[in-house]
């Protein structure tokens, strides 16, 4: 990850992360750079290069208020697996923006939202739930779309499938089990 | 009056009855279950009980349980709200042996109306028209025949123990009509094991649009106007408003009359719905009857000014409506949205958790009944219905743009919501146009409509931006772990407090 | 239409302002001091910019700042609130001259109507009964002995550069006048340097109330009756309610039709009040005009389901006013409580501070006009007006209930509130019976209302087990710090979840 | 403190916290005795020796819910200068109960809240604002009642009153400082 954070936790604080940072961003398929470089009491950002006027504050944990050449946005974060998802208010709705960072594997490495690591996916419970029927076991080859597991949510059930062929390594959840949202529900290799 | 009120509900509407009963000075007792203890109506409610494990057999549904708790707390009534034992007469029966005043029709009265087949009998002694066909098993082709021309084309074939679709066809003319009995007859005996059929006038386009009836106990019966729920997704009412956009005081005053005379026939009490389908020549069906307060009750309230929760409870209590049929007056244009914890973006599934950040509407016209708050979690076990939105205007177009104006101030984070469903909803051209039908909504989705997203480049500099800042706070908690150099003097300030650039042309000097 | 409103104002009114803009689908830009940079009414603004520190003199009393926004904005017109500079003509003119549509009367109504010896003046012309006696220094006691005739004792001398009561002297009959002359004019002299007084009619018990008028550009003016204030600490509204409970539908034409022929004399325009002292006889005496909107203008929405601030921009835009005098129809009852942050039982005092946590009301009939949310912090800059409460029933019982019951469900913890004045208030015999004047608090406060508390042991036994969950927390907290055991496995269930006692008793199986 | 916790920070974890709890409170002039004794997942409370039915949770920080045989209570609970604030919410409307821990000492000691300690009486802001006037310094003699400084707040002036009579040590603000709820103005030997 091209940004001066990347002096990693635990180093000293570099220079960087004082005087601002710089971040490679994907969302959709642009890839976007936000750049903000700080002057005492003032922060500059830039927007794939080009200066623009922001004021930014968070608000609450995971809330900012982004003002943005005057236009008024509200941000919530959460993290989900592979990014970060945006609930951006402006005055007239809310649209949804997912962002990934560009080199994901250094970010879920520091937050422990790994995905597909070393060519091991974990399969993610999608909601809450309790699990009704676990359809697979250790060893057994799946293909990409096949069911893992069925969970049931305020009376309605849902299958989760892997999303690659290959196999079974590990199944993490059991037949009467509650599961939340991210667990990870079996591992296919 | 009532001393106190058994409130035999959880989530928005038991909230709305311990207002109720709070407004009237009545105590309120609230029930709950295990998932439910730090529920909201538990929160607002001034006396409490556990009675039960989470799933709603073990609890809500647990009519002794409920009578153990009156008797306890000295309860001498109970509203039971919507759903759960709402329409269970075995509920209103163990009041009665237990000297509780059930707050609702009478079991008889709740049995006669409530099944779907008993109201069309009743319907028929009213001489209100219920839609063309028959309830009953066709015997022969011959029988579906004389049927079918009794109704009027098109027709619906529909197997009797059926459901989804299977066994169901849809003929347009006579002459497809034997071809069609065939078909539907093998597929429902393979799907279902039972062959039998029976037939439906097919409605094109129906409007759902259903009457608010109430009752008292000396025999004076009114009508409250009428509310339209034609958008419905799976024959779920998702936004209800009143007045119906295609009604007029004839119309109104017809539907009316035939509601109250059904309701009648059946010794009603309480308040009670009677739902029609209207088609596109305005003439209306008769569906069927809803034994208890609707779930959008508040639009009737809003237009006619009238507490129907607490005209429950007096009713109930034995005393008389406190008005006239003339007396009714409607005012102004309401609508109603229900949110659900439930992700558009994946099929609707539901998405019980954490309620983590929340920003509710509010202002001039704008009502939220609401069972949850920020912090709660949404249990898994419960219907996924977190609040109504409902907004007032002096006409619908006033109404609506308040609703799209409360539906931009709306947020809910940690869980899915539809709430962009409606977004999407109240600006389509067909709903402001109020031209719907019960079928309109699963056909736009159907068509991809929540799919198209809005292209807006702004929305995503602005979410570029907060991940910015989110990447920042991530840094400096790492950076400012032990064993690094102390932070700045200014550093909690340069996390959570404002980052700005004061450009020469922001107007300051 | 306009294109974008620049909200010249903050809190509670800024957000109300900028739904109505958002409803009509007009642009609103925020502004806001440093102090204010994540206030609601920046949070809700589409857009909004900076405009100077926190002092007030330094941000939202500049109207130069005001007027590089709305240029840089490309704002067409500017709605002022009220407070700050509402009722300052110099902004309006600012307006005119940077050609922005400022959203209220023309400076020269404002200048006519706002000075309160102008308006007695055009009252006179307009043949509206102000509170007799004068406004104009007395040159002796001949000549007040004439004026305390005109008026009718009891009358009462005030100074003319006087305030907080001193120099101030109520005369009961014309034997007291002499001694009362004397006494003033040398109090006077020695508190402000300037002996010289003038006199008024001496109410008893009145009641304030105000007719609400409304004017086009068109020539049309009507008035949407009347709001009853009589509730005021300090002269200070703090309740409001429409309709008066001594109000009849004679009184409000003449009250009404007063009012507008004051309005016309003055050649107002856009919303305006025209405030009244009414006497136990129900005689009316004018006091002075706004030349604004008012704080309490959602009373008068409720009963007459009129937008007043759509109504306000669409009469600014040129539209005619869309109704006449007789389609002005009222309807239910509605009253405000102004939330303030101050302290009862600490002589009201400001108390400013971050809003640890916030439980609000909600439901049938409640509207909550907030400026605020929990999390934020109320600055120490500005009035202390966090959030006006509504409530609005079919009568005054039904709203007076509802309010009582949405207060009850208020919680703002973090700062000090009057919401428990306002408990008091809404179970006090006097106010439920509408028996009100304008001294009616402060005499009731300075009887020590607020020092009674209630005796309520269940609520101290709830208190002493919240703080010992509270010791066992911070207890674990310590046990759970390095060094120690490990906590068991059940440990944060311990903290958080459920310390439930299932006993026997309790209604399970 | 007669609690089980007083064994202290940084102590070994003793039996009596796993189990449950005693405490003296005073609320007003009375002193209240409660006590809580944990069996397996049910807690049993004792107020004043007499059992009660409890169902008590915290809903959020400083939020809890108390159902006292059957009646339901909100309690939000602040510190404030010499014990603890409770807002007592019941369903008709909303008390303020002042609870005051027995030995204040030993609990003021572990919270950082002193107030008189040893002697040295902290004068505290009673609300935020900014000092528009010091009315002592150090080492003036002051009565009980005395004003100390002028704290504005909403364009309202209050004065800071001494609550015992004795010497300035210390005075901790300046004019045109701005003061936080709680923070010390001056300390009286």
Redesign the interface.
């Known amino acids: 990850m091209e940004?001066?954070?990347n002096s990693?936790?635990?180093?000293?604080?570099s220079p960087e992360?004082?005087n601002g940072?710089k971040?490679k961003?994907k969302?959709?398929e642009?890839t976007?750079e936000?750049e903000?470089v700080?002057e005492g009491?003032?922060?500059?950002?830039r927007?794939d290069g080009r200066a623009?006027?922001?004021?930014?504050?968070?608000?609450?944990a995971?809330?900012?208020?982004?003002?943005?050449e005057?236009?008024?946005?509200?941000?919530?974060?959460?993290q989900e697996a592979g990014g970060?998802r945006?609930?951006?208010?402006?005055?007239?709705?809310?649209?949804?923006?997912r962002?990934k960072?560009v080199d994901p594997r250094a970010w879920q490495g520091?937050?422990g939202h790994t995905v597909e690591v070393e060519g091991r996916l974990q399969i993610l419970a999608?909601?809450?739930?309790?699990i009704v029927r676990v359809l697979v076991k250790q060893g057994d080859a799946v293909s990409a779309g096949q069911g893992i597991a069925v969970i049931?949510?305020?009376?309605?059930q849902?299958e989760v499938r892997s999303r690659k062929t290959g196999i079974i390594e590990r199944v993490m959840v059991a037949e009467g089990k509650?599961v939340?949202?991210g667990e990870v529900v079996a591992v296919v290799v | 009056m009532f001393r106190k009120i058994l409130i035999a509900n959880r989530g928005e509407i038991a909230v709305r009855l311990l207002r109720a009963c709070r407004e009237m000075g009545i105590g309120a007792v609230a029930v709950f279950s295990e998932a439910d203890r730090v529920a909201l109506h538990v929160r607002l409610a001034s006396e409490a009980y556990a009675i039960g494990p989470a799933p709603s057999s073990e609890s809500y549904l647990r009519i002794d349980r409920l009578m153990e708790v009156a008797k306890r707390a000295g309860c001498d009534a109970l509203h039971p709200g919507y759903g759960f034992l709402a329409e269970n007469p075995a509920l209103a029966r163990a009041c009665a042996k237990h000297g509780v005043t059930f707050i609702g029709p009478s079991p008889e009265a709740m049995e006669r109306l409530g099944s779907k087949t008993g109201a069309r009998q009743l319907a028929r002694q009213a001489g209100v028209q219920a839609v063309p066909g028959t309830l009953e098993p066709i015997a022969s082709l011959q029988a579906a025949r004389a049927a079918a021309e009794e109704a009027g084309y098109p027709i619906v074939l529909k197997a009797v123990s059926g459901g989804g679709g299977k066994g169901m066809r849809l003929v347009s003319t006579e002459k497809e009509l034997a071809g069609a009995w065939r078909d539907a007859q093998s597929e429902a005996e393979n799907a279902f094991g039972d062959g039998r059929l029976y037939l439906e006038k097919y409605l094109v386009a129906p409007r759902h649009i259903e009457i608010q009836v109430f009752g008292d106990i000396h025999g004076h019966m009114v009508y409250l106007g009428e509310r339209e729920c034609s958008v419905q997704r799976r024959h779920q009412k998702v936004i209800e408003e009143a007045p119906s956009p295609v009604m007029d005081a004839a119309l109104r005053s017809r539907m009316g009359e035939a509601a109250v005379k059904l309701a009648r026939v059946g010794g009603y009490t309480n308040a009670g719905t009677v739902e029609f389908l209207v088609d596109a020549q305005r003439n209306f069906y008769f569906l069927e009857v809803n034994t208890r307060l609707q779930v959008e009750h508040p639009v009737t309230e809003m237009v006619t000014g009238l507490d129907l929760v607490k005209l429950q409870i007096r009713v109930a209590a034995g005393e008389p409506l406190p008005f006239a049929q003339a007396d009714v007056a409607m005012r102004g244009h309401a609508m109603e949205c229900r949110i659900y914890a439930e992700d558009p973006g994946n099929n609707f599934f539901p998405s019980p958790g954490k309620i983590q950040t929340q920003r509710t509407p509010a202002g001039p016209g704008i009502r939220l009944d609401e069972g949850v708050y920020a912090g709660w979690t949404v249990p898994n076990d419960y219907d996924p219905l977190l609040a109504k939105l409902i907004a007032f205007g002096s006409d619908r177009d006033e109404a609506a743009a308040r609703m799209r104006s409360a539906l931009a101030e709306y947020f809910i984070g940690g869980i899915e919501t539809n709430l962009e469903m409606f977004r999407r909803i109240f600006n389509h051209p067909d709903f402001l146009r109020a031209e719907l039908h019960t079928r309109w909504l699963d056909e736009w989705l159907a068509r991809g409509a929540l799919g198209t997203t809005r292209e807006e480049s702004k929305a995503e500099d602005a979410a570029a931006i907060a991940v910015a800042l989110w990447q920042l706070s991530q840094s400096s908690q790492a950076a400012m772990a032990p064993g690094n150099a102390a932070p700045p003097a200014d550093g909690s300030r340069w996390k959570r407090a404002a980052i700005q650039e004061q450009v020469d042309r922001a107007p300051r000097k």
């Open positions: 940004t001066s954070s990693g936790a635990g180093g000293p604080r992360i004082k940072l971040l961003l969302i959709g642009k976007r936000v903000m700080r009491e003032i922060a500059r950002w927007l623009v006027e922001v004021n930014a504050i968070e608000i609450a995971g809330t900012y208020s982004i003002l943005l005057g236009q008024a946005f509200e941000v919530h974060l959460a970060l945006a609930e951006v208010s402006a005055g007239e709705g809310v649209q949804t923006v962002v960072l520091r937050h999608p909601m809450p739930g309790k049931e949510a305020m009376k309605m849902n509650t939340n949202a």
